[in-house]
């Protein structure tokens, strides 16, 4: 799989299959394949922050920034691998893990006030002042247990999100 440009063998289908816990379908795994190199222009067998950003959708989304930490520099069985946790049978627990690290930005395996903050800055932008952003989330934060004071580790997003019918999923095409 080393060059973008040389074709899946079926080994390495398989390879990536199991890599991101046989979310995707062999067929769903040619097709990302295929996307894959479309979007590594440059055939150096992974994707660059830039060429992600020539994805219109991502591009938009106001938390692309903080996803383009997670995504820079994705070899192609690490971005099935990303991309898994939005798949349709794709367990609570693994869609969680990624939004905490959406909001873990430093990786420090901790999400404080201040980190959850400037996510709901990034979402709301100037549609909210900070000033209602923090009466937003100390409410938030009080109705689930927490004080501004909390830093929430992973178990407390799962607690939190673990219930609440999380929906996070992509639909691969099928050419």
């Known amino acids: 799989m080393g060059n973008a ?4 063998t079926q080994y390495d289908i398989e390879e990536v299959q199991e890599h991101s816990n046989y979310l995707f379908s062999q067929q ?9 190199c479309q979007l590594d222009r440059n055939a150096k067998g992974f994707i ?28 192609f069985k690490d971005f099935v691998a990303f991309l898994s946790a939005f798949s349709t049978k794709a367990r ?18 901790r999400v404080s006030f201040n980190d959850i903050l400037e996510v ?3 979402l709301s932008g100037s549609f909210m002042s900070d000033e209602q952003r923090e009466r937003v989330l100390i409410q938030v934060l009080h109705e689930a247990g927490y ?6 580790m992973l178990d407390d997003f799962i607690k939190v ?15």
């Open 5 to 8: 440009s040389s074709m899946l």
């Open 28 to 36: 769903e795994i040619v097709s990302l394949y295929q996307r894959f």
């Open 48 to 75: 660059s922050a830039d060429e992600f950003l020539s994805v219109p959708e991502f591009a938009m989304n106001p938390l692309s920034q903080r996803l383009l930490k997670m995504v820079d520099g994705l070899n």
């Open 92 to 109: 609570i627990h693994h869609k969680i893990e990624i939004i905490f690290k959406v909001y873990d930005s430093d990786g420090n395996g």
């Open 120 to 122: 709901l800055r990034d």
């Open 147 to 152: 004080t501004r004071e909390s830093h929430l």
């Open 161 to 175: 999100l673990g219930s609440s019918g999380l929906k996070m999923e992509v639909e691969v095409p099928i050419d």
